[in-house]
Nanobody, 115 residues
Framework: QVQLVESGGGLVQAGGSLRLSCAAS????????MGWHRQAPGKQREMVAT???????YYADSVKGRFTISRGNGKLTVYLQMNNLKPEDTAVYSC?????????WGQGTQVTVSS
């Protein structure tokens, strides 16, 4: 059974930084994609950043240059370093794992950016 455990959300002022972590456990093929999506109130969920098991990264245009996604040494942990946060970054951030045609989601962590 695959599980994703997230941490690192919170409240920060505009211009500040936060780091999100997501640890995956279970039977997971080495070839996979891990990433972060977010959903703000009244808006659709959107992809924020994704990283492949080979290290290729993909970002939403709105976060390019401010957010950085990376993997831990064990490859089943993914981090999202968020710098220069803006009020419009306020949302529930959820970790997603795509492997073997199946997708798994974490429980979500709230990020709130005050102006």
């Amino acid at each position: 059974q695959v599980q994703l455990v997230e941490s690192g959300g919170g409240l920060v002022q505009a211009g500040g930084s936060l780091r999100l972590s997501c640890a995956a456990s279970g039977s997971i093929f080495s070839t996979n994609f891990m990433g972060w999506h977010r959903q703000a109130p009244g808006k659709q969920r959107e992809m924020v950043a994704t990283i492949s098991s080979g290290g290729s990264t993909y970002y939403a245009d709105s976060v390019k240059g401010r957010f950085t996604i990376s993997r831990g040494n064990g490859k089943l942990t993914v981090y999202l370093q968020m710098n220069n946060l803006k009020p419009e970054d306020t949302a529930v951030y959820s970790c997603r794992l795509l492997v073997g045609g199946a997708e798994y989601w974490g429980q979500g962590t709230q990020v709130t950016v005050s102006s």
